[in-house]
Structure formats: structure tokens, C-alpha cells
């Protein structure tokens, strides 16, 4: 299926249909999506523009280039990596394989979080402290500080790498200024009550896959997405054990905690929330597909 060195015979058109037919054959679930992705990527055009110039001949100079892309992605690697980036809340956010994709649902906790906070803070002289544990590309803390200017932003992960894509989105997104970058395992870095005297909201979207279950998860996952990002212990609720744990160690205990988790894991870890502290409600979200995905706790 790959394009022929004469491509000035193949209409634009023409190339994606073929870019879409070699990725279904290799088994990629969004094929038709992926090849306009990569089409529109590779020729620096909208959608709008690729709609009007259906019919334009294809660039005699990008023929190994589109099959490169097209190889690429027939070998598993995620088509938010071959392009470089992934919208989140209407935003382009910078991706590598270093972090984890943003996904559609996790949009769901920035709203949420969003809405929760106006209410608390609504006629509060103070404005809230929202820390983001596990920041990856800095989908969710970039978001928060993007939506609401006068919010702090606490952002930390324990990958160096992905704390340097995490500053990079926050630089294009024009909020670095208002965001304080910290390198360090879950809520170890913030246990010195000194420095951190208080965190108002705690986010976080941590591994949540149980070990065993990662050698079944798809291949554009468990190939290419970090497993540093994926692998949440033996039964996927480690990381939630480790930080209910240590809430209570904290300056102050936050007013808002939500977190996101895997399917399957909302009462477990709102059994974890309860038992590591009295709070005045614990309430689940669900995810599109009806999924309770996102724990938020409240004081």
C-alpha cells in the first residue's frame, strides 16, 4: 500500500484512502482517523484546507516521508507520538513516549475539580493551592492554572523527563510563571510542612494498572506508553494506598482530594480516602462510558 515514487498520479484524497487501507490491514483500530492525522501533520495543513484540496496532486518530495509515518504507525507506535502532541481541554499539549497520553475522560477531573473548587472558593479572600501528583505532560496541571488565573499550581512527578515536558507545555501555554515544578515520588516532596504549608486541592492521575495485566493491554500501551506511568502494583491500587497514607502527614489536610482510577477501583480507594480521614463527602464520576473513574473526596 505504500505510495509509489511517481506520486503525482495520487490526489491527496487518494493518499489518505490508501494511508487508511494499510492501517486497517495491520490491525490499527482507528485507521481512517489516524492516516488524516498523520496526513494533515505531514503536510503542515487543516482539515478545512485537506476538504478543499481533496483533489490536489500529492507533494512529489513527502512520498517516503508519509510512508515513514505510515510504517511507523503500522508498527504500534501511538499517532499522538508520530505527531507530537495531543489535545487535552482544548489545548495542544507536547507528547513522547516519556508521558503518558492525555486522555478524554481525565478531562472529566479538570472539570470537575474546576467546579468543585468555584463553590468552596467562591467568596473566600484566599485562593486554593491545587497540587497535581504525577503531572506527566502537565495535561491537568497546565489546564487548571490556564483556566483559572489566580490559582497556585503545585506540578511534581518522579520522572525528570517528564517534569521537562511538563515545563515545556506550561512555557507554550504561556502559565510557567505560575506553576512551581518539583521532582519527587507521590506526596514525599511535600511532607516538610515548612515549605509547604498548605495544599488546598490534591490531584493526581497515577498508575493504576495492576502488573500482571499489563502484558495484555493494548500494544500502542503497554509497547510505547511509559510503564512508569502504567504499573500501579499488584492489584493497581499502590500508589493510592501510598498517598492516603500519607495525607495525614501533610501541613494540613487538603480541602478537595480527586484522583482518577481504573476501572473497578472507585470503592476500594474511597474506602482508602475514608479511612485515612473524616471527610464531609466522598462522591464518584463517571467516566463516557458510564465507568465511576474519578474518587473526589471533600472537607
Given at each position: ?41 505531514l ?107 489566580r ?11 517528564a517534569?521537562?515536558?511538563a ?66 502494583g ?36 474511597a ?29
Amino acid at each position: 500500500m505504500s505510495i509509489e515514487r511517481n506520486p503525482s498520479i495520487l490526489t491527496l484524497g487518494e493518499a489518505r484512502r490508501r494511508g487508511s487501507e494499510q492501517l486497517r490491514q495491520a490491525g490499527v483500530e482507528e485507521a481512517d482517523a489516524d492516516a488524516e492525522l498523520l496526513l494533515l501533520y505531514l503536510l503542515d495543513i487543516s482539515k478545512a484546507a485537506l476538504l478543499r484540496d481533496w483533489r490536489d496532486p500529492f507533494p512529489e518530495g513527502k512520498a517516503d516521508a508519509w510512508n515513514e509515518l505510515l510504517n511507523r504507525r503500522e508498527k504500534g507506535i501511538p499517532v499522538q507520538y508520530l505527531v507530537g502532541e495531543q489535545f487535552f481541554y482544548g489545548r495542544a499539549f507536547e507528547v513522547s513516549e516519556a508521558v503518558l497520553i492525555p486522555r478524554p475522560e481525565t478531562e472529566l477531573l479538570a472539570e470537575a475539580v474546576l467546579q468543585l473548587a468555584d463553590r468552596l472558593w467562591r467568596e473566600a479572600a484566599t485562593v486554593p493551592t491545587v497540587l497535581d501528583v504525577g503531572t506527566g505532560s502537565g495535561s491537568l496541571a497546565v489546564t487548571l492554572a490556564a483556566e483559572r488565573p489566580r490559582w497556585k499550581l503545585i506540578a511534581s512527578d518522579l520522572s525528570p523527563d517528564a517534569l521537562k515536558m511538563a515545563k515545556r507545555n506550561a512555557e507554550r501555554l504561556e502559565v510557567a510563571s505560575r506553576i512551581r515544578f518539583v521532582q519527587g515520588d507521590l506526596l514525599s516532596p511535600f511532607l516538610n510542612g515548612e515549605e509547604y504549608p498548605r495544599i488546598d486541592v490534591l490531584v493526581s492521575n497515577p498508575p493504576y494498572i495492576p502488573s500482571s495485566d499489563i502484558s495484555g493491554l493494548q500494544r500502542e500501551v503497554r509497547d510505547h506508553e511509559p510503564r512508569l506511568a502504567l504499573d500501579g502494583g499488584e492489584d493497581g491500587l499502590n500508589p493510592y494506598r501510598i498517598m492516603a497514607s500519607q495525607l495525614t502527614r501533610l501541613a494540613q489536610l487538603p480541602r478537595i482530594v480527586a484522583w482518577e482510577v481504573g476501572a473497578g477501583q472507585a470503592a476500594d480507594v474511597a474506602e482508602l480516602l475514608r479511612a485515612a480521614a473524616n471527610w464531609d463527602d466522598v462522591r464518584f464520576v463517571q467516566d463516557y462510558a458510564g465507568i465511576d473513574r474519578h474518587v473526589i473526596a471533600v472537607k
